[in-house]
Nanobody, 115 residues
Framework: QVQLVESGGDLVQPGGSLRLSCVSSENRIILHTMGWYRQAPGKQREVVAAITSGGRKNYADSVKGRFTISRDYNYNTVYLQMTSLKPEDTAVYFC?????????WGQGTQVTVSS
């Protein structure tokens, strides 16, 4: 059973930075399209950033220029570097692997942006 484990969420002040990590239990998984999603209280889950198997990166308009998704094959890990954080970035962040026929989700990591 493939597992994705996120970490790195924390309480941070507005303007601060965090780096989220998503480690896969199997190294072949991160070769697929990987994405970061978030879900704020009372809102639907939304895609934040994604990186395709070919390396193309896509971002939600709300995070363009502030967030960066990357992938490290040596560590079976996908990262989300977040800078210039805003209170509206507060949410549970989830890692996702699109395996073509099915989706695998991590358990989520909480990011809270507050002074």
């Amino acid at each position: 059973q493939v597992q994705l484990v996120e970490s790195g969420g924390d309480l941070v002040q507005p303007g601060g930075s965090l780096r989220l990590s998503c480690v896969s239990s199997e190294n072949r998984i991160i070769l697929h399209t990987m994405g970061w999603y978030r879900q704020a209280p009372g809102k639907q889950r939304e895609v934040v950033a994604a990186i395709t198997s070919g390396g193309r990166k896509n971002y939600a308009d709300s995070v363009k220029g502030r967030f960066t998704i990357s992938r490290d094959y040596n560590y079976n890990t996908v990262y989300l570097q977040m800078t210039s954080l805003k209170p509206e970035d507060t949410a549970v962040y989830f890692c996702n692997a699109d395996l073509g026929g099915r989706s695998v989700w991590g358990q989520g990591t909480q990011v809270t942006v507050s002074s």
